[in-house]
């Protein structure tokens, strides 16, 4: 299939999936709904901010995405479905995206949602003054003319997005993305009201001012401690909306969060690491782990500066092998999470998980084979005696991973381990200037693709703590870029990172939560999480 | 009088001044930087967040223009962590949390605190000068963080009774919690400080000659020992009083209250410039200031004192 091909077939299953699906909360038939529709969750911290222009974590775009509708939302599997924009289709050469809006969609306000709305969102996203720390997104979704105006090189209204009219949106972007759709799913492509913007400033965000197009409006924010949203009559879409109110608690202590959930405060809050197994036993119903799309590792320093020992490629290797991580998974995390050989998360979409070959080993044998690995290279147990440093930001559960691999490593290999702590931006100071020998690295997916993973140990990426500069690697993934099937590229590109181990992967993530099991129609199947309040009900148990 | 209060205002000033400096330099001492994340941000929008802060500033610049803006539009900046808010947004709204519940749990540390240490005092070395010696001990050692996770198990798990956190607007049932939780340490320290103090109190002259003339107990206690036995006890106030009203980490991060407290060390942590500033000028005036009420209300208990 060549490209051109792909995106006219998602086009048109997009466009015949359209029209006649609408997605919202839908009980199942023998369920009765609960007299009390809210949902109460637990966020660690104050959100950085929820204006879609500005939002840089997880948590405040779960609640952009109750205030606010992009052009496409997500179904409960992650799927892409209809938001403001009932229709989408790109052009032959895929450099041009058209969304057609449904004229009933409204500001909570009463206006209706244009076009321009989405314009004068794109433009604020990328535009210099707003300096938003995601403005990198509209780069990433290759909208034209997205570097020079982040660059400040051009205005705004330079930006490849424009308003055909009130109810269509064109987008020019640089070259194909099959997966543009997904990438509109995004917070940062969100319509925001400029009238609101510019009458309120930096308030806009506050209680009483905002206005959204979503299916709730802000009705309460306390800083520090907690944000109500409320059910918005104007959403065009609310006669199908059940849960009335969305509360965030906002508790910083994972334990006392749990706590009171136990108390009966809150319909869900995550799992404190290694209460998993506990929990599960005794709430079957209510504790989930499911998939989440980031791996943990140790970047490997690869500088001139660092030991002797590790520029040895066979040090490094060995290194890697003699890590048991289904000793790390099932015992001292025990939370659903899965032995990592390779840097891509196995869930994430149209991965298929290269067979290296330390993943197809048993434990014993790639203990022999790191032993036989450490004593051509001289070290460890007959050979030079080795101490290697493991660095990783002060964290109860960092420290429990770290114990473990250097006794693993002291028992199969016979060389030492110290640990060092620092607090997190230290620790970030510290892992940029290659100023550690193996550090602790966790890499969460921008987007559901393969190489929002395998990007970073290209030699012109920021996040390379590592420093591996290969040319072989930066072409194979310059090459995946325009492929036609690039996962075949990307699995050399994790072999190429087996073989020369710029980092020893370890385990991927899971996410462990507990959840009121009333609370039906949350996004568990969805790999990125992205839930929406509108989508889920509570059903009154007896 | 007043020139003295005049003249302790008067340097207030450069201290707070020498204050911010002091901070600004340890701020920027420490490594990385509020933008800073496990994903790098590109270089060209690193740029437009810093010379949004004015962080591309010469730092001597970056200092001129905190001060100017605090003294000309009592303008405390954005937090650059929290970019929906204020500084100023952030304090009022997190001030008032702190100091209600910093004020009830004040009110019965003193209040306690000082009824133990004086019962403990005139019934020296009987059982209930053991029991409040040992209760007293027993709470100072318990700290907060141990105290809090107990009080939530109990009333709020096992008993039901209390929410175990939030805030919502100041009930009364989210005040409880946080107030026995702070004022136990702060109660057991006044409580030691007012028996040792009293117990000197009681063996001085003139309350022996007070004895000698027949004075009822109580009088004795209430007119003539209580007041000399606080000095001590008002020198540790001032700044307990201060510590209380700014709220404490624990008891903001364990109870959610969404107080100031847990600015402290959260600011300082996400290297968010300008809270850092916010509470660090916060703490230093209301030191200074109640510093300065400790020193007025000395001079009005003993007489020896003059300002």
Same mark, same amino acid.
């Given at each position: 299939?060549?490209?051109?091909?792909?995106?006219?077939?998602?086009?048109?299953?997009?466009?015949?999936?359209?029209?006649?699906?609408?997605?919202?909360?839908?009980?199942?038939?023998?369920?009765?709904?609960?007299?009390?529709?809210?949902?109460?969750?637990?966020?660690?911290?104050?959100?950085?901010?929820?204006?879609?222009?500005?939002?840089?974590?997880?948590?405040?775009?779960?609640?952009?995405?109750?205030?606010?509708?992009?052009?496409?939302?997500?179904?409960?599997?992650?799927?892409?479905?209809?938001?403001?924009?009932?229709?989408?289709?790109?052009?032959?050469?895929?450099?041009?995206?058209?969304?057609?809006?449904?004229?009933?969609?409204?500001?909570?306000?009463?206006?209706?949602?244009?076009?321009?709305?989405?314009?004068?969102?794109?433009?604020?996203?990328?535009?210099?003054?707003?300096?938003?720390?995601?403005?990198?997104?509209?780069?990433?979704?290759?909208?034209?003319?997205?570097?020079?105006?982040?660059?400040?090189?051009?205005?705004?209204?330079?930006?490849?997005?424009?308003?055909?009219?009130?109810?269509?949106?064109?987008?020019?972007?640089?070259?194909?993305?099959?997966?543009?759709?997904?990438?509109?799913?995004?917070?940062?492509?969100?319509?925001?009201?400029?009238?609101?913007?510019?009458?309120?400033?930096?308030?806009?965000?506050?209680?009483?001012?905002?206005?959204?197009?979503?299916?709730?409006?802000?009705?309460?924010?306390?800083?520090?401690?907690?944000?109500?949203?409320?059910?918005?009559?104007?959403?065009?879409?609310?006669?199908?909306?059940?849960?009335?109110?969305?509360?965030?608690?906002?508790?910083?202590?994972?334990?006392?969060?749990?706590?009171?959930?136990?108390?009966?405060?809150?319909?869900?809050?995550?799992?404190?690491?290694?209460?998993?197994?506990?929990?599960?036993?005794?709430?079957?119903?209510?504790?989930?782990?499911?998939?989440?799309?980031?791996?943990?590792?140790?970047?490997?320093?690869?500088?001139?500066?660092?030991?002797?020992?590790?520029?040895?490629?066979?040090?490094?290797?060995?290194?890697?092998?003699?890590?048991?991580?289904?000793?790390?998974?099932?015992?001292?995390?025990?939370?659903?999470?899965?032995?990592?050989?390779?840097?891509?998360?196995?869930?994430?979409?149209?991965?298929?998980?290269?067979?290296?070959?330390?993943?197809?080993?048993?434990?014993?044998?790639?203990?022999?084979?790191?032993?036989?690995?450490?004593?051509?290279?001289?070290?460890?147990?007959?050979?030079?005696?080795?101490?290697?440093?493991?660095?990783?930001?002060?964290?109860?559960?960092?420290?429990?991973?770290?114990?473990?691999?250097?006794?693993?490593?002291?028992?199969?290999?016979?060389?030492?381990?110290?640990?060092?702590?620092?607090?997190?931006?230290?620790?970030?100071?510290?892992?940029?200037?290659?100023?550690?020998?193996?550090?602790?690295?966790?890499?969460?997916?921008?987007?559901?693709?393969?190489?929002?993973?395998?990007?970073?140990?290209?030699?012109?990426?920021?996040?390379?703590?590592?420093?591996?500069?290969?040319?072989?690697?930066?072409?194979?993934?310059?090459?995946?870029?325009?492929?036609?099937?690039?996962?075949?590229?990307?699995?050399?590109?994790?072999?190429?990172?087996?073989?020369?181990?710029?980092?020893?992967?370890?385990?991927?993530?899971?996410?462990?939560?507990?959840?009121?099991?009333?609370?039906?129609?949350?996004?568990?199947?969805?790999?990125?999480?992205?839930?929406?309040?509108?989508?889920?009900?509570?059903?009154?148990?007896? | 009088?007043?020139?003295?209060?005049?003249?302790?205002?008067?340097?207030?000033?450069?201290?707070?001044?020498?204050?911010?400096?002091?901070?600004?330099?340890?701020?920027?001492?420490?490594?990385?930087?509020?933008?800073?994340?496990?994903?790098?941000?590109?270089?060209?929008?690193?740029?437009?967040?810093?010379?949004?802060?004015?962080?591309?500033?010469?730092?001597?610049?970056?200092?001129?223009?905190?001060?100017?803006?605090?003294?000309?539009?009592?303008?405390?900046?954005?937090?650059?962590?929290?970019?929906?808010?204020?500084?100023?947004?952030?304090?009022?709204?997190?001030?008032?949390?702190?100091?209600?519940? @910093?004020? %009830?749990?004040?009110? *019965?540390?003193? !209040?306690?605190?000082? #009824?133990?240490?004086? =019962? $403990? &005092? /005139?019934?020296?070395?009987?059982?209930?000068?053991?029991?409040?010696?040992?209760?007293?001990?027993?709470?100072?050692?318990?700290?907060?963080?141990?105290?809090?996770?107990?009080?939530?198990?109990?009333?709020?798990?096992?008993?039901?009774?209390?929410?175990?956190?939030?805030?919502?607007? @100041?009930? %009364?049932?989210?005040? *409880?919690?946080? !107030?026995?939780?702070? #004022?136990?340490?702060? =109660? $057991? &320290? /006044?409580?030691?400080?007012?028996?040792?103090?009293?117990?000197?109190?009681?063996?001085?002259?003139?309350?022996?000659?007070?004895?000698?003339?027949?004075?009822?107990?109580?009088?004795?206690?209430?007119?003539?020992?209580?007041?000399?036995?606080?000095?001590?006890?008002?020198?540790?106030? @001032?700044?307990?009083?201060?510590?209380?009203?700014?709220?404490?980490?624990?008891?903001?991060?364990?109870?959610?209250?969404?107080?100031?407290?847990?600015?402290?060390?959260?600011?300082?942590?996400?290297?968010?410039?300008?809270?850092?500033?916010?509470?660090?000028?916060?703490?230093?005036?209301?030191?200074?200031?109640?510093?300065?009420?400790?020193?007025?209300?000395?001079?009005?208990?003993?007489?020896?004192?003059?300002?």
């Amino acid at each position: 299939m060549t490209v051109r091909t792909l995106i006219g077939a998602t086009s048109l299953l997009a466009m015949v999936a359209t029209g006649t699906l609408v997605h919202a909360a839908t009980p199942q038939p023998g369920e009765t709904l609960s007299d009390n529709q809210t949902f109460t969750y637990r966020v660690l911290d104050e959100f950085p901010s929820i204006d879609p222009g500005l939002i840089e974590d997880v948590e405040g775009s779960h609640v952009a995405r109750q205030l606010f509708e992009g052009l496409l939302s997500q179904d409960a599997q992650g799927n892409v479905v209809p938001g403001v924009a009932t229709e989408w289709t790109a052009s032959e050469d895929g450099t041009t995206w058209t969304f057609k809006l449904r004229p009933e969609a409204k500001w909570s306000n009463g206006d209706p949602v244009t076009a321009n709305d989405f314009v004068y969102a794109w433009r604020r996203a990328a535009d210099p003054a707003l300096a938003s720390p995601y403005a990198w997104y509209i780069e990433l979704m290759k909208v034209a003319n997205a570097g020079p105006v982040i660059a400040g090189e051009m205005p705004s209204d330079q930006l490849g997005v424009r308003a055909v009219d009130d109810h269509t949106l064109e987008v020019r972007i640089d070259s194909p993305i099959p997966y543009f759709p997904q990438m509109v799913t995004h917070t940062t492509t969100f319509p925001v009201p400029q009238k609101v913007i510019e009458e309120f400033g930096n308030q806009w965000t506050q209680p009483g001012n905002m206005v959204g197009n979503g299916a709730y409006v802000l009705s309460e924010r306390v800083p520090q401690e907690r944000i109500v949203m409320t059910k918005n009559p104007n959403y065009w879409d609310a006669q199908n909306v059940i849960i009335d109110t969305v509360t965030a608690l906002i508790i910083n202590d994972e334990q006392q969060a749990l706590t009171r959930y136990l108390a009966g405060e809150m319909d869900q809050t995550d799992i404190p690491i290694g209460q998993y197994p506990r929990l599960k036993e005794e709430y079957p119903t209510e504790a989930i782990a499911v998939p989440n799309l980031c791996t943990y590792f140790y970047h490997v320093n690869m500088t001139d500066a660092a030991p002797e020992a590790l520029k040895d490629q066979r040090v490094r290797e060995a290194l890697s092998l003699a890590i048991d991580r289904d000793i790390l998974v099932n015992n001292v995390l025990a939370g659903g999470q899965t032995a990592a050989y390779t840097l891509t998360h196995e869930a994430t979409a149209g991965w298929e998980v290269p067979e290296v070959p330390a993943a197809a080993m048993t434990q014993e044998e790639r203990n022999a084979r790191a032993q036989e690995l450490m004593a051509e290279a001289g070290y460890g147990t007959d050979g030079e005696p080795l101490t290697l440093e493991i660095l990783y930001n002060t964290d109860q559960a960092h420290q429990q991973v770290a114990v473990a691999v250097s006794q693993m490593w002291k028992q199969t290999l016979g060389i030492d381990t110290t640990l060092a702590n620092q607090e997190w931006q230290t620790f970030l100071d510290a892992r940029k200037q290659a100023d550690y020998q193996l550090a602790r690295a966790g890499w969460c997916a921008d987007y559901n693709e393969a190489s929002s993973f395998l990007d970073v140990f290209t030699s012109n990426s920021d996040s390379n703590d590592s420093k591996y500069f290969s040319d072989e690697y930066d072409a194979l993934m310059e090459q995946s870029r325009t492929a036609e099937d690039p996962l075949p590229i990307y699995q050399e590109a994790e072999e190429m990172l087996a073989r020369d181990v710029p980092l020893l992967p370890i385990y991927f993530y899971s996410s462990d939560f507990i959840m009121d099991d009333s609370i039906k129609g949350y996004a568990v199947e969805n790999a990125q999480e992205n839930w929406y309040a509108k989508d889920m009900y509570r059903v009154a148990q007896e | 009088m007043l020139s003295f209060i005049l003249r302790r205002l008067l340097v207030a000033v450069p201290t707070i001044l020498i204050l911010i400096v002091i901070s600004f330099i340890l701020m920027f001492a420490a490594p990385g930087g509020p933008f800073n994340s496990e994903k790098p941000l590109p270089a060209a929008v690193m740029a437009n967040i810093e010379s949004r802060y004015g962080l591309d500033q010469p730092y001597v610049v970056q200092i001129f223009n905190y001060v100017w803006n605090i003294v000309a539009h009592f303008d405390f900046g954005p937090s650059f962590k929290y970019r929906d808010q204020t500084v100023t947004g952030l304090i009022a709204q997190g001030f008032p949390v702190t100091l209600t519940y @910093g004020f %009830w749990a004040f009110l *019965v540390a003193v !209040v306690v605190g000082v #009824a133990l240490g004086v =019962l $403990a &005092a /005139i019934r020296h070395n009987t059982w209930l000068d053991y029991l409040a010696t040992g209760s007293a001990i027993g709470a100072s050692v318990l700290p907060n963080f141990v105290l809090a996770p107990i009080l939530v198990l109990v009333f709020t798990l096992w008993l039901g009774w209390l929410p175990g956190g939030g805030w919502n607007g @100041g009930q %009364w049932q989210y005040v *409880v919690l946080p !107030v026995i939780a702070l #004022a136990t340490t702060y =109660l $057991a &320290a /006044i409580a030691r400080i007012t028996r040792s103090s009293m117990l000197e109190v009681m063996n001085s002259n003139f309350i022996r000659t007070a004895r000698a003339k027949g004075l009822p107990m109580s009088r004795i206690i209430l007119r003539h020992a209580l007041k000399p036995a606080m000095l001590p006890v008002l020198s540790y106030l @001032g700044p307990a009083f201060v510590a209380m009203i700014t709220g404490s980490v624990v008891i903001d991060v364990f109870f959610s209250t969404g107080g100031i407290g847990q600015y402290f060390v959260n600011s300082a942590l996400n290297r968010d410039y300008s809270v850092i500033m916010g509470v660090t000028i916060l703490v230093g005036v209301l030191t200074i200031l109640f510093n300065l009420v400790v020193d007025i209300l000395y001079a009005w208990i003993d007489p020896k004192i003059r300002l």
